[in-house]
């Protein structure tokens, strides 16, 4: 194992160092540049639709019980909430306090860019997800997978995509989780990781096996329920030590441009490990997010491009600051021996006392497990692109929520994490080569939403003949 973990550390130094963080910035910039700002001018657009749409979520779901009936659509909030919950998990807590342990403070000021300029990715990749989304029994599906095959017409590309997501999020990053949620129980409650682990694959092949209306009705209770409760405790510890905030803002910004840091190296290493813990944590760019904005029944792509833009504020901006703030505040991070879920929670202790580490210990389990289900619906919806095979669709459902729950549970911390990034290295850059070369039609879309604005039309629609060349390629907008 020690050999293995060295050599993709080797590679993922060489991949994340010297390609993918120019990559992935220059695209978001693009892409901010091209949206005319999207993310920026239309945040009250983004907040309107979401509002809308949890409301309706709310009343929709009450004639139904009253009807006695299901539905089987999912609304634009409920995808967001999806998306959420795997957006805001481990990467918020633990993945924070890595990279502020590993890169110092000004990791952090480099998760607040990759978030500001990667939500004009997200919006990109979400809008096309919505455009080339296929029917699927009673709702729908689709992903970069499907916009690759569809807009590109490039089989091999959009299955090495499927594989490597399928990798990434429906088994590795499912360990992650699964190390983070029993480290956390171990530091607050000494209990053994093994019998966690048993637990955790337990109620997570339970949930797997339900379905994505299952994922969707458990996600958009347990998000909000977990992010506001997190958030409120930040605020309080923040306000308690508002004189504080001014020097942590200052240490931030010197840290992150520091003399110090570029005199002696260390810049690369605080822009590197800002950049890929604020990647792993709001995924703008990586692929992921589109497969369940696909899933969102709405009237036009680009209300769901907008819901998932605001998704990497959410992550980013508000729950990973938060974390960031805690640490930073209690000074912990100059101690050496903590990393990880333990910096978190002992960065907690010292501002709240002994119950810090066993309320991050249940907020991390919110967290963390809200993104198993979430994740392992990620490589559901791309193997069903692959094969239709159930044997396939079952045994990847037994890896997913079961055995690499388990993996995590006893792997080494280290492992776990070089594992992912090996795998989100390439997974982004496939995604990425993608959606610069399918953007032109986001751009269009976007630029019609904008215009029926203009004219007054409060709910912008969106038909397939609007974009003539895609019409044999567009399946759902009729």
Known sequence: MDGLNEWITQVNDAVWGYVLIFVLVGCGLWFTWRTRFVQFRMVGEMLRLLTESAVSTVEEQTKEQRAGGKSKHISSFQAFAVSVATRVGTGNLAGVATA???????????????????????FIESTLAQLFKQKHKDSFIGGPAYYIQKGLHQRWMAVTFAILITLQFGLSN???????????????????????????????????????????????????VMAIGYVVLAIVIIVMNIDLIPQVMKVIVLDAFGIEQIAGGGIGATIMNGVKRGLFSNEAGEGSAPNVAATASTSHPVKQGLIQSLGVFTDTLLVCSCTAFIILISGLYRTSELNGIALTQSALQSEVGAVGPIFIAIAIFLFAFSSIIGNYYYGEANIR??????????????????????????????????????????????????????????????????????????????HRSQIPELADEIECWE
């Open 174 to 224: 499912n360990s992650v989780q699964a190390s983070t949620i029993c480290g956390a129980m171990e530091e607050a409650f000494g209990w053994s990781p093994l019998w966690v682990g048993i637990f955790l694959s337990l109620i997570a092949l339970f949930i797997v096996f339900g379905g994505i209306q299952r994922i969707a009705q458990v996600s958009s209770v347990l998000v909000p």
């Open 385 to 462: 692109f692959i094969t239709s095979n159930q044997t396939v669709m079952t045994t990847y459902r037994i890896l997913s929520g079961g055995v690499m729950v388990m993996f995590g549970a006893l792997a080494s911390f280290e492992l776990v994490w070089n594992i992912v990034d090996f795998f989100m290295a390439f997974l982004t850059a496939c995604n990425l080569i993608a959606i610069v070369l399918l953007s032109r039609y986001a751009f269009r879309l976007l630029d019609d939403y904008r215009q029926q604005k203009r004219k007054g039309i409060k709910d912008p629609t969106f």
């Open 100 to 122: 502020i342990a590993i890169g110092g403070p000004g990791a952090v000021f480099w998760m607040w860019v990759i978030a500001l300029v990667g939500s004009a990715t997200a």
